[in-house]
């Protein structure tokens, strides 16, 4: 990790501390606990890694920093970053019916759904509140503009999350289908941080356009080649799969482009009750079927693009360098 | 209804309708369909009396416009108070089980918790979404000052609902406990409506302060009488109760009243498995163990401060006339 890296992430979990302590009161203590728990800070199993890795609000300090902006003015944006990533994830769990996360017990595995929905609903807030301290360091129609862009993304989660859903139960799906879905779920909350990174950091419409632009593509290649390794693991390949997509029928981009082959792969994928040891011969199916070729050219497409948008911002100084690195990190490829 | 009212109803369900209509996309229309339904505005059951009243948008512009103050600019604020209203009541609906809201099925017994969620989550971000749409009206600096107070009241709405959530399974509540759980869930929202519409009605601190401490009595006024209907019935004390907070076991403050008696009414009252005949002689000795009087007693006190507060805040014109007459409305007083 980078000393810069190493400087940002006490700082960040700092702000989180302050943010969420909003709810730390006699009578809410138990409630503050259920927040601090998820967030990985207290209770069983919370340890340095069960925090996440904090790749949101990391965007957003690094792009304000790379734009020769102070990137501590910066902090209350970045928290409201990840407390919207982190709602999302607590009424995720609930829709899903997951029972860990990280490791530990879920929120609502622990409380109860009631409860699980009551903490995802405090985290959101605790965001709104977060973007409008904003206020403290910038003009006040650059904190509105700010929280306006947080808005209109969680719209899009809620958007994504809707299609997500709604595909579970749909036959006819197609490659098509895949985009709308996943641009709302993963890269519309990167976008936000690089987009408001840029915004605060100063830059003018087009560099913060080409910031924006950098996170999306950025968050469309990282989901892209999730779903890969969700079908045919690290060792790809190798036709030993330790990927549980398929088992989960999970419609991603794979499945998508294997389904609307009907052909092999469509005769015999099932949404429930495929076997681990089936969604291996499954997995090889479709990569004959050419999916794996299709999925990795997609994710290669979506990298190029992600770069050359970063390229296009121009980002400087030690924080740009980094922010690079880290593109490249998260993308899987060598500089 | 007054003339006043009759021109601000058909404007405040448009502005709702234009803020909804964000999800009026091709991709996400059952999406947005489902947030229509909820509204009261589309299929079955949809009737003008399925919308609900629409007290607090009615509330913010009144108050704006007895500022003396265009209520016409305060719409996107009016819009986003009924819509975190309408969150709230999304989520309510799941926690509690309930299986009706406004005579129709809720949204979560239609398409399922989960999707339910995704509702109020969508219903929350428009809200958010509403409230920076002030900028088109006032100085950044005062949309984000109404930003921030409607944040701090969903943060405690999520309060209110977890003092709520885990009274259920507590025992040795007392009175003392009622009034920070009604405050967030009931009240908070409420004293938001009349602060927001001061503070866009441009008046000075101290006005908006009587004006935010009449919408708080207002609320917890109105709570309490809710809670005696709850029990007794709209014939109080004739014995014949059309209630079912008993039956349904809910803490509300003659229930928390006769629970810390310790007498008859504690070792009668379960929190599930009461019989509405059961629950009618349940009444009787809890209104002979004094908590009909203790509430009727709480509720004057509470509509007493509501009505000094209005008082002290001065309220003018004709918008002054009607929020006056539809406090002594709500409030169940005779001018």
Known sequence: MTDLLKTLLPIIEAELQHQIARLDQPRTRPFYEMLTYHMGWSREGSRPDTTGKRIRPILVLLVTSACQSEWLCAMPAAAAVELAHNFSLVHDDIQDNSDKRRGRLTVWKKWGAPMGINVGDALFVISNQAITDLEKYYPSEIALRAARVLHDTCLDLTCGQFLDMSYEKR???????????????????????????????????????????????????????????????????????????????????????????????????????????????????????????????????????ALESLKKAGPLGEAGDVLLALANQLLKRQQ
Chains 1, 2 share one sequence.
């Not at 913060?208 to 779903?227: I, K, P, S, T």
């Not at 790809?236 to 998508?256: N, Q, W, Y």
């Not at 499954?282 to 999916?291: D, K, M, Q, R, T």
């Open 171 to 305: 036959t006819g799906l197609t490659v098509e289908d895949y985009w709308p879905m996943v641009s709302g779920k993963t890269a519309a909350l990167l976008a936000a941080c690089t987009h408001i990174g840029a915004l605060l950091g100063g830059a003018n419409e087009e560099k913060q356009e080409a910031y924006r632009l950098f996170g999306h593509h950025l968050g469309l290649a990282f989901q892209v080649q999730d779903d890969i390794l969700g079908i045919w693991g690290d060792e790809a390949m190798t036709g030993k799969s330790v990927a549980s997509d398929l088992v989960e029928g999970k419609k991603s981009l794979p499945v998508l482009f294997g389904l609307s082959k009907q052909a092999q792969f469509a005769a015999h994928w099932r949404p429930t009750g495929i076997t681990s040891a089936q969604s291996s011969q499954l997995a090889a199916i479709l990569a004959a079927e050419g999916a794996y070729d299709y999925a990795q050219n997609a994710a290669r497409e979506e990298t190029d693009k």
